[in-house]
């Protein structure tokens, strides 16, 4: 995951109090007090409010666009795999373990609450898991257990006392008050929470909760309800929210991590490219060899040109660019130390 701005301007549908969201937003807003109304007459509440203006075509282009084609949360490719799913941050229909909760219905159409997800970080799945032994590709490619449930579906954990459940005359502010424990990656810096396993001494494409001071405020967790989706308690030492996010979004699930793994291992060879390329071009430099010395200069050049492949994997437009540029960082902080 990384830090995306949301800019550009705001998709037509979803513009302005004349928009097709404002429309749906104000139906929503009396199908929910209908659906309160019969709750509190002790009735079942009914049909879930049919949401449509979140599927806006532009609006999806325009996710497309500011996440270059990637999954907002795991930065995978989503359109060689599966259609994108357009992803509500707080989802719209209902919240997971909290039965008095309708949803955040005013946000199902608000552009600054959609996002483009791979299936795998949006819909609860079955996956399989590395285990902390897991050492190497082929020990990834034959693990089978632990098999384990992720992916956000109606997740939504936020810090105890700071839930919104639009009641009030402005819900907009309902909800900017909670303290969310997920990481979106237009409001928070998920650097910031999330650290790849880029020092390892066998390339291992896993994310693991950023250290934190201990003074920041995200380091005393809350553990989410349901079995398959609580969490241990993140140790203070580490972000909380990110420890959440990982589970949540199952940002270590097995073919992920594999897809990461792969990547480690593609910048190894390029380091040990351009360090040979070094080496072999300081050698030809010391010869009396007019001819050598211009080898090590076309040389120098070749090593020059890797670097430069290697920078273009931590663009925004590349899958898995945070892990490289945390890569980088390292890279660079090894060979100044």
Known sequence: MRRVERIGPVP??????????????????????????????????GKS????????EAAKLALERLFHGKCAYCESDYAAQAPVDIEHYRPKGGVEDDP???????????WDNL?????????????????????????????????????????????????????SADPFAESAAERPYLLDPCRDDPAAHLRF??????????????????????????????????????????????????????????????ARTRVLRHLAVLEQMILEADEIAARLHTSPDP????????????????????????????PYSELVRQWIDHWIATMQS
């Open 12 to 45: 037509k549908a979803m513009d302005g109090p004349e928009s097709r969201a404002a429309r749906e937003r104000a139906k929503a807003a009396a199908h929910v007090a209908k659906a309160r109304a019969r709750v509190a007459a002790g009735e079942k509440r």
């Open 49 to 56: 409010f049919g949401f449509r203006v979140y599927k806006d």
């Open 100 to 110: 008095d909760h309708f949803g955040y219905w005013w946000l199902a159409a608000d």
């Open 115 to 167: 996002l483009p997800s791979c299936i795998d970080c949006n819909r609860r799945r079955y996956q399989h898991l590395p285990t902390p032994e897991t050492a190497s590709l082929s020990d990834l490619q034959a693990a089978s257990e632990p098999i384990w449930q992720s992916g956000k579906e109606n997740a939504f954990p936020v810090f105890a006392g700071t839930r919104a459940y639009g009641t």
């Open 197 to 258: 396993l880029v020092d390892a001494a066998d390339p291992f494409g896993l994310v693991l909760p950023a250290p934190l001071a201990p003074h920041e405020s995200d380091a005393l967790p809350l553990p989410l309800a349901g079995a398959d989706m609580a969490p241990d308690a993140a140790p203070p030492h580490v972000s909380a929210r990110g420890a959440v996010s990982i589970q949540v979004y199952g940002l270590n699930r097995l073919g992920l991590v594999q």
């Open 291 to 318: 001819g050598a010395r211009d080898a090590a200069a076309l040389i120098e050049a070749f090593g020059d040109r890797l670097i430069a492949a290697i920078g273009a994997m931590a663009a925004p437009d590349h």
